[in-house]
């Protein structure tokens, strides 16, 4: 797609008494993109010391750095996201999961199958946990035989998962039933650690041997009842957000399998997308949860910084790196992030957190909530993009919340540090 940008607003050097400062300065960033010989000779001439001092200044200059260089920062450096303030957790405590009471089915409101209607149909012996793991093995072997196959699931066991579904389908028959995700199928992203899999983060080069311990995230998932039946694909090393990956094939967009799905949880959105499962767990770092499921129609969510320990993720950019739900609706996000969230012991960031709560998290009254909007930034995109947002910002103001616009100074200097960061 391609995005028609506004006029830039620079930084006044010198404003005048009482003026205000425009503070838009968001640029794009022009760097070659190469590909094939054009990218092995570039990195050949960049490898030469003859060659190097004559293109990488170029390039730098290209990418923006010396703007970041240039910039005249007064706050002091930080190093982590962390934003202090109310009581830090225990995490020896137990925190409650209020969503966890009702498995009320929501069949036909949303045209997915969630979480609730797969434990409804538990409830009622409509079916079980091992019928619906070899419903979704038989489903996962015929698709890698299609012409264009999804290519969202590259790793999955089925003993292992034929074992977690006997037990799942023998605590739902004996009444006791560890949460809504019990028996309810979820993919993990390879970036986490899942036992018994490798975690190949996307490559050939790393995961050679399987994990032996789960993430915690995955701990949590595996505590709850989930049936964890495989890894999802992902652009490699999670560089990127469209979801390319030479080595186990791009994941296709189940709407359309010539599209793909955004990235880099490309794999954990295009299942949830398909039907295979209602949650997915992803990883972003820069739009690598909300791009793909917003290319895929799901709701997903970048959790605060530290909320879901780190803990057995691939640490690709640990200052920014977040892990959260895929989810089919707004409802399964929200259940499996009451799962997945709260403090963990082995990851220290994760006790700089208040408490996690879930008090009015689905009331559709959003009097007194304010909503700020940054206008140039809200509209710096494409026709169609801004209609879409503006849609969803009157379906907002219509449901009580309150705008107000504010500004956000020097976005360029942050998009340039997180890229040279990511």
Known sequence: MTTQRHPLVKRSSQPTRGEHVPVYDLESVKVPAVKGRALRWLAAALENPATRPLLLPRLIRQAGIPQLREMRIQDAPTFLPLVPGGENPDPNDEHECPLLDEPATSAGKTGFCTARDIAHAYQVRETTPEQVAQCLLQTMEDDASHARPLRAMIDWNKD???AQARESTQRIAQGEARSLLEGVPVAIKDEVDQV??????????????????DATVVARLRAAGALLFGKSNMHEIGIDCNGQNIHFGTARNPYDRLHDTGGSSSGSAAAVAAGYCPVALGADGGGSIRIPAAFCGLAGLKPTFGRISEFGAAPLCWSLAHLGPIGATIDDVAIAYALMAGPDNKDPVSLHQPPPHWKDWDNADLSGL????????FEDASAEVIAANDAAVKHLTQAGAELHDFEIPELNGMSIAHAITI
Do not use: E, K, S
């Open 160 to 162: 292992d998962l034929i």
């Open 370 to 377: 304010r909503v700020g909007i940054y206008r140039p930034w």
């Open 196 to 213: 018994p899999y490798a975690t190949r983060v996307g490559t050939r080069l790393f995961g050679t041997r399987p994990a032996t311990t």
